[in-house]
C-alpha cells in the first residue's frame, strides 16, 4: 500500500509536548531553505505555464470557430461580386454611356444617372466585404499559428519545471516515486479561484491574526464548505516558505489540533483532505500538498519528502500543508 500505509500505532491526542509546525526551526514545511524555494519555484512555473497552456488551448478553439464562420462568408461574397461583374460586362460600359446620351429628357437622364451610380456602389461595396473576409481570414489563421506555438511553449515550460523540482528532490535524497493515498475526497468540488484575485497578503488571516492571500483565503473557505473543520493554522513569521506570503496553511488531521501521528479517523481525514486539494488542484491553483512524509507536486504527483526533525509536525503526519500560488 505504500509508505503512507505503513504508518501504524496508537492515536495521540494534541497536547504540549507536540510541537506544532514551524516550531522546532523546520520552517514547517519539511525541507532546507533552499529546497523550498526550488520547488516552490518550480511549482509556480510550472502552474503558470499549465494554465497558459489551457488558455491557449480555449483561444485556439475560438478562432477555430470564427475561421470556420469566416470561411462559409466567401464563398457567397464571392458569388455576389461575380454576378456584379458580370451584370456590367453585359451591360458594358459604353451601354451605360448610350443609355446616358440616348435619355429623352432631364429627368430620365438623372433616373438613368442615379441607376448606373447603385450599381457602381454595390460593386464597390462586394468587392470591400469580400477583401474584409478575406483579411480577417487570413488573420484568424495566423492567431491558430500563434496559439499552437505558444501551446509548444508551455509545454516545454512545464516540462523544464518538472525535472526541475524532481532534481531539487534528488539532490536533498528526496523524491522517490510515492503510492497515492486511498481514494477520498474526490466527490466534492471546489469553486475556482475567482478571476482578478490578488497573490499579496491583504486577507485577514482568520486563523492567526495575521495576513493571508486571496488565493489561499478562497482555498481555505472552500475547504470548509466542505466539510474540512478541524483546527487550521495559515500565517506565520519564518525564513522561507510559503507561510509568510500568506500562501499556506496547516490543517491538523486530529479534532483537538497538531497531535502525533495521525491513526484511524485521523488519518482519514487527512488522506480526504489531501485529495480533496489535489482533485481541485486546477481550480485552487494548488502548488503543493504535503502530507505523511510525502509531497504532491502539479508536475510529478506524490513523491517521498520527509523533514530533518524526525517529528510529526516536520514528517507532516499530523496535518496537511497547503501551499497556493
Known sequence: MGLLLAVCGLAVVASPANAAPGDNGDDGEG?????????????????EAKAKLKSSKEKQTELTATLKKLDEQV??????????????????????????????????????????????????????????TLDAQ???????????????????????????????????????????????????????VPSGSGSGCSVNDPTSGGCITPRMSHALKQAQK???????????????????????????????????????????????????????????DVLYVIWFRRIWLPSSGWKSYSGAGGDPSSDHTNHVHLSVR
Open 31 to 47: 525541507g532546507s531553505k533552499s529546497l523550498v524555494e526550488q520547488l516552490e519555484d518550480a511549482s509556480r512555473g510550472y502552474v
Open 75 to 132: 464563398g457567397p461574397k464571392q458569388a455576389a461580386l461575380d454576378e456584379i461583374a458580370a451584370q456590367a460586362y453585359t451591360s458594358g460600359r459604353l451601354g451605360g454611356m448610350s443609355a446616358l446620351v440616348n435619355a429623352s429628357d432631364t429627368e430620365s437622364f438623372i433616373d438613368r444617372t442615379m441607376i448606373l451610380s447603385t450599381v457602381a456602389a454595390d460593386q464597390n461595396h462586394a468587392i470591400e466585404e469580400l477583401k474584409n
Open 138 to 192: 487570413r488573420k484568424a489563421k495566423l492567431a491558430i499559428d500563434a496559439t499552437v506555438k505558444d501551446q509548444q511553449k508551455q509545454v516545454n515550460v512545464m516540462a523544464k519545471k518538472k525535472l526541475q523540482a524532481e532534481t531539487a528532490l534528488k539532490k536533498a535524497n528526496q523524491g522517490a516515486d510515492a503510492s497515492s493515498s486511498s481514494d477520498g475526497g474526490s466527490s466534492a468540488k471546489a469553486d475556482p
Open 226 to 284: 466542505d466539510g474540512f473543520t478541524r483546527y487550521v493554522h495559515c500565517f506565520r513569521e519564518q525564513n522561507s516558505g510559503e507561510h509568510p506570503k500568506g500562501r499556506a496553511c496547516d490543517f491538523a488531521a486530529d479534532k483537538n489540533g497538531f497531535g502525533g501521528d495521525a491513526t484511524g479517523a485521523s488519518k482519514t481525514y487527512g488522506n480526504n483532505l489531501a485529495n480533496y486539494f489535489i482533485n481541485n488542484a486546477d481550480a485552487l
